[in-house]
């Protein structure tokens, strides 16, 4: 899976439902925002939650979204790794195998993000 690519199909189906559904998507666009914002816990760590809630529920899509979230907000590739393992904790086989996904997105973003290309943007919500 192209993860970089995969975030800008998603990002595009988003708004698209946003503009189809816009009172539930304005008030999870909300959610997300308020949720993710800095506070007692920094962004990076609170992105890193949810790339383990993404793998522990085999979600590529939330693995692919926050692990661009975790890269952007400053977490490293090592706690990106810790938080891999986490996961493996919780979820256990299942979650081994989406903690490959996760791993092939953490490469694919670094690499996007190493480049300078347009990824580099704040993150936003859905």
Do not use: N, W
Request: aromatic fraction near 4%; hydrophobic fraction near 40%.
């Amino acid at each position: 899976m192209d993860h970089p690519e995969r975030f800008q199909h998603q990002r595009g189906l988003l708004r698209r439902l946003g503009a189809e559904v816009p009172g539930p998507m304005a008030g999870f666009s909300r959610l997300h925002h308020d949720a993710l914002a800095d506070g007692a816990l920094a962004t990076s760590v609170k992105e890193l939650m949810a790339v383990v809630a993404g793998i522990c529920t085999h979600c590529d899509d939330c693995i692919t979204y926050h692990m661009r979230g975790a890269l952007l907000a400053g977490a490293t590739r090592e706690q990106v790794l810790e938080a891999i393992g986490v996961a493996i904790l919780m979820g256990g086989g299942p979650a081994v195998m989406y903690g490959t996904h996760a791993m092939e997105a953490l490469d694919q973003f670094e690499e996007q993000l190493a480049g300078g290309s347009s990824a580099s943007q704040p993150t936003e919500a859905p």
